[in-house]
C-alpha cells in the first residue's frame, strides 16, 4: 500500500459553506478514529484490514460532507484540523453510544450481560490493586455485569477513557478533578506517598529519618521511567524542578528490583536517591510503625520528606457516558473507601 503523503490541494480541498450530511455512516466516523489513532493512512487501513487508497477515498468524502478538511496530510504522517478534532471527539462519542446501545438491545433480548472495561495499571500498589478489583468484581456480579480487564498506563487526563479506549479505571489523580475534560467523573479515595531512599551517610534533619524536598532535588533520584506513571511522574518533576528549575529524574536501571537499585545507588561516589510509585497512605498508621522497625539496607535507609510534597490520589475514573446501571457499579466500588490496615506492603519500584 502507497501512503498518502502531499499536502491537500486546493482543488482537492472540500468547499466550505456547503456541507452536506448526505449518505453519512457510522464507518466514516470509524476511519477518522483509526488515522487518528495509527497517525498514518497506511497503519490504519492495515488495522481496518481495508486497502489504503480505498481508505484515503472514504476520508475525503466524509470531508465533503462535513464541508472542510479534517486532516493535514503530511510526510511524516497526518494532523488533525480544528475541525476535525472537534469531529474526532464527536465521533468517539457517537460510537461508544452506538455500542453501548448495541449492548443494551441484546441484553434485553437475552444475548448477553453488560460489559465494563476496566484499567488496571499494573503500577499500583499490590494492596491497592487486590482491594478494588475484589470489589469492583462483587459489585458487577450482584449488578450482573461481566468486567473486561486491561492492563494499561494513565496519564493525568485518563486518556484511555476519555478517548472510549476503556470504560473505566483505577489510577493517580495529579491535578483538580475541576480540571479534568468532560465527560470524565472520578471518585477519589485517598492520598499515597512514595518511599524515599537515600544513602546513609546523607542523612540530616532532627531524628536523621526526614529531609526537605530542597534537599531531595540537590541529589540524583532514581524514579521511572516515565512511560509506566505519566502523572505522578510529571506532577514530580515540575515539584522538584521549583527548588532546582533543570531537574531530571534517572531511570532505575533494575526497574523489577528495589534490592538491586538500592544496591547501585549505596555504590555510587554521590549522593543517589531512590524514589518509588506512590506506595504508603500519607500518614497511615500501618506506614508509620513500619518505618520505626525497619532495618538500614544496602547503607540506603528510608526517609520522610517534610510537608509531604510528592503525593498522589488513588481515583476511580469513568466516562460520564455510561449506563447509570455500570455507573452505580463504579460508584458502589469507590464508595467503601480505603482502611489503613490494608496498605501494610512490602517496598515495590514502578513496575511494568
Request: hydrophobic fraction near 40%; charge should be negative.
Amino acid at each position: 500500500m502507497t501512503e498518502v503523503t502531499q499536502e491537500t490541494s486546493p482543488e482537492q480541498s472540500p468547499q466550505p459553506g456547503n456541507p452536506s450530511n448526505h449518505g453519512l455512516e457510522f464507518r466514516h466516523l470509524r476511519y477518522l478514529v483509526a488515522v487518528a489513532d495509527a497517525g498514518t493512512f497506511t497503519h490504519a487501513a492495515e488495522r481496518m484490514f481495508i486497502a489504503q487508497p480505498t481508505l484515503s477515498q472514504q476520508i475525503r468524502r466524509l470531508e465533503e460532507m462535513v464541508g472542510t478538511p479534517l486532516l493535514h496530510r503530511r510526510r511524516d504522517g497526518v494532523e488533525l484540523t480544528a475541525a476535525g478534532s472537534v469531529l474526532l471527539e464527536e465521533s468517539r462519542t457517537m460510537l461508544s453510544l452506538l455500542e453501548h446501545g448495541v449492548l443494551r438491545s441484546r441484553q434485553a433480548a437475552g444475548l448477553g450481560r453488560p460489559r465494563l472495561r476496566f484499567v488496571l495499571p499494573s503500577n499500583l500498589p499490590e494492596r491497592l490493586a487486590v482491594a478494588m478489583s475484589s470489589r469492583l468484581r462483587s459489585a458487577a456480579a450482584a449488578a450482573g455485569a461481566d468486567v473486561e480487564w486491561l492492563e494499561t498506563p494513565l496519564d493525568a487526563e485518563f486518556t484511555p477513557i476519555r478517548e472510549r479506549h476503556a470504560d473505566a479505571g483505577l489510577g493517580w489523580l495529579t491535578s483538580p478533578r475541576e480540571t479534568l475534560p468532560e465527560p470524565l467523573d472520578v471518585m477519589t479515595l485517598a492520598d499515597f506517598e512514595p518511599e524515599v531512599w537515600i544513602p546513609a551517610a546523607a542523612r540530616t534533619g532532627r531524628d536523621g529519618r526526614q529531609i526537605s524536598i530542597a534537599e531531595l532535588a540537590g541529589m540524583d533520584v532514581i524514579y521511572g521511567p516515565r512511560r509506566f506513571s505519566p502523572a505522578t511522574y510529571d506532577a514530580w518533576l515540575a515539584i522538584l524542578r521549583e527548588n532546582r528549575p533543570r531537574f531530571e529524574f534517572s531511570d532505575p536501571q533494575f526497574r523489577h528490583s528495589l534490592s538491586m537499585t538500592l544496591s547501585f545507588a549505596a555504590s555510587a561516589t554521590r549522593p543517589i536517591a531512590v524514589l518509588t510509585d506512590p506506595l504508603h497512605l500519607v500518614g497511615g498508621s500501618a506506614w508509620n510503625s513500619m518505618r520505626r522497625h525497619e532495618a538500614d539496607t544496602y547503607d540506603m535507609v528510608r526517609v520522610t520528606l517534610e510537608r509531604h510534597p510528592l503525593t498522589a490520589t488513588a481515583a476511580v475514573a469513568w466516562s460520564g457516558d455510561l449506563p447509570r446501571d455500570l455507573q452505580q457499579v463504579l460508584f458502589d466500588t469507590a464508595d467503601a473507601g480505603i482502611p489503613d490496615d490494608e496498605f501494610a506492603v512490602t517496598s515495590q519500584l514502578l513496575s511494568a
